[in-house]
Every structure is written in structure tokens, then in C-alpha cells.
């Protein structure tokens, strides 16, 4: 019953990708219940077929309209994202897109990562079924690339990428974005596919001793890694802008990190890249550089 579903929405998204937008869906889960995710896809001329990423945010994230930009950034250099809170945490009980970060959304949204912080002490089965059924729901899709699927996480999903993907040889690259202790969620780092690292130095929620563990050890198991530090930088630094006063376009570090990422993803997973505009080499030129760790 569960491949029929995905055979479904496989057929329906086959039209949709045609056109180049972004849209809601529901993928099914092993347990029968279904898991809400946002995919986008190019709004420009794109070559089929496309590589795919996952990306996983933390509880509730999928809210966060930040993340929808950096998906749709991400699916107009020709990629096919989809966008998921792999906890898959009621939607109704998360604050809304614009109360999050603030006053009594900040707070709501604590507990609800402690929630899903308890479950996982327990248990990490669950977690990682529901980006196995995202995996399989991308792979399933007949214009994506299945040699180029990448894994990206950002905050405990970063954790659980690394995870998932040093288990899963569809995965061909890992965006591990300021992740924290992976003692919840062990993997095996000579499983790994390459790995790019993102951290702020000042993070506030994963202290960045985290980011230079992972780098180290990445290191010592040689395997193929780019670790990012930057400095006076703070949690979710590299998609976070304030939507009332700014655009991404005003923050010099969160377009230098992603132009690192894409240049990773490209050179790893052997993209041809696509023609720059001039507005993009611009924007590329006027980015600021963050320290590298290798």
C-alpha cells in the first residue's frame, strides 16, 4: 500500500515538475501515518534530470519561512529539495513563522524540542524511519537524479544525518550544519560520503567544540570533509534573517555560506555548473569569507 502511495505521488509530481514552483505534500510512513513535507523545485530553465536533497530542520522548523527560502535558493541552482521535521511533531503545536524566536513562541518551542529530545534518549528508530521514508520518497521521483542525493541537516537533524547517511549508500554527500554531541545518535564515520561543516563560533545552542570534533575525527578516519567556522556568528547564522527589517541578500555570511555549500555539492557530486549571472557573481564577490578548518 505504501508503494502505491509513493507511485501516486510520484505520477502527480512528475507534472508539477515541469513547471518549477514549490507545494505541500504528505509522504507516508511505515507506521501508516504520514509525514508533512515542502518540496521545490527550479523556477527557472533546470536540467533533468536533477540531483535531490533532503533537508531536515529541527522541531517544528518547517515553519520557519527562512528555510523555505534556502530550499527554493537551493532547488533554482538545480537541485530538487525537499524540506522535513524529521520528528514529524504536530504542526498545531509548534509557534507560527513570525512568533518562533520571540517571547512566548521561544519558550513553547523549547519544550517542544525537549519533547523530542527525551523520545530520542529512548529511541532513535522512529527518527530515522522518517528520513528513510523522505529518501525513498526522493528517490522514487522519475526526474531526479539517483546518483546525486544529498543529506542536509540543520541542528539535531544534523546529527542524525550523519547517522542515517553513514548507512545508506544513497546518500552521496552530508551538510552537516552546527550539530550538536552525537552521543544520542552514533555513526560510523568510514561509512561517511563526503561532508561539508557549517558552525557559528558564538553558537549559542551546539557549542562549536562540536563542529571541530566532527572535523577532527572526520579527519583522522580520512575522510573527505570541508569544515566552515565562522567566527561571532550564532545558531542557524547561515539562513536567518529578519524578515520585518532585512533579505538574505543583507547578510554577507549566510551568501558566503551558501556558495561554499553549492560549490561543494557541485565539485562533489561532479555537477556541471550552471551559467552565473551577473547578479550572482556580484552577490558571490560581495560576500564575506569565513575561517576553513581542514
Not at 563560533?201 to 579527519?219: F, I, T
Not at 545558531?235 to 551558501?258: C, G, I, Q, S
Request: charged share 20%; with cysteine; aromatic share 14%.
Amino acid at each position: 500500500m505504501r508503494s502505491l502511495k509513493l507511485a501516486a505521488l510520484c505520477s502527480v509530481l512528475f507534472v508539477a515538475q515541469a513547471f518549477g514552483y514549490s507545494f505541500r505534500t504528505e509522504i507516508p510512513l511505515p507506521r501508516g501515518d504520514t509525514l508533512p513535507a515542502y518540496c521545490f523545485l527550479p523556477n527557472c530553465p533546470a536540467r533533468f534530470p536533477l540531483p535531490g536533497v533532503v533537508v531536515g530542520v529541527g522541531v517544528g522548523s518547517t515553519k520557519i519561512l527562512q528555510y523555505h527560502d534556502h530550499c527554493q535558493n537551493m532547488a533554482d541552482r538545480n537541485f530538487f529539495v525537499v524540506l522535513i521535521d524529521p520528528s514529524n511533531y504536530p504542526e498545531s503545536m509548534v509557534p507560527g513563522p513570525f512568533t518562533w524566536h520571540e517571547g512566548a513562541g521561544y519558550l513553547w518551542g523549547s519544550v517542544n524540542q525537549g519533547v523530542v529530545a527525551g523520545r530520542l534518549f529512548f529511541t532513535q528508530k522512529w527518527y530515522l524511519e522518517n528520513i528513510r521514508a523522505t529518501m525513498d520518497f526522493l528517490w522514487c521521483q522519475p526526474q531526479v537524479d539517483r546518483t546525486r542525493i544529498v543529506l542536509s541537516g540543520f541542528s539535531q537533524p544534523a546529527n542524525a544525518a550523519l547517522t542515517y547517511a553513514s548507512s545508506d549508500p544513497r546518500v552521496k554527500a552530508v551538510v552537516w550544519n552546527y550539530g550538536g554531541s552525537p552521543w544520542v545518535m552514533p555513526y560510523n564515520p568510514l561509512g561517511l560520503p563526503p561532508v561539508i561543516i557549517f558552525h557559528g563560533e558564538d553558537d549559542e545552542v551546539y557549542d562549536v567544540k562540536y563542529a571541530k570534533e566532527l572535523a577532527w575525527e572526520l579527519r583522522t578516519n580520512a575522510r573527505d570533509y570541508e569544515a566552515y567556522i565562522y567566527p561571532h556568528q550564532k545558531h542557524m547564522f547561515n539562513v536567518y534573517y529578519d524578515l520585518r527589517t532585512e533579505n538574505r541578500f543583507m547578510k554577507p555570511v549566510l551568501l558566503d555560506a551558501f556558495e561554499r555549500m553549492i560549490s561543494f555539492l557541485y565539485r562533489k557530486l561532479q555537477i556541471p555548473p550552471p551559467p552565473v549571472s551577473g547578479k550572482q557573481r556580484s552577490r558571490a564577490m560581495g560576500s564575506s569569507r569565513g575561517r576553513t578548518q581542514r
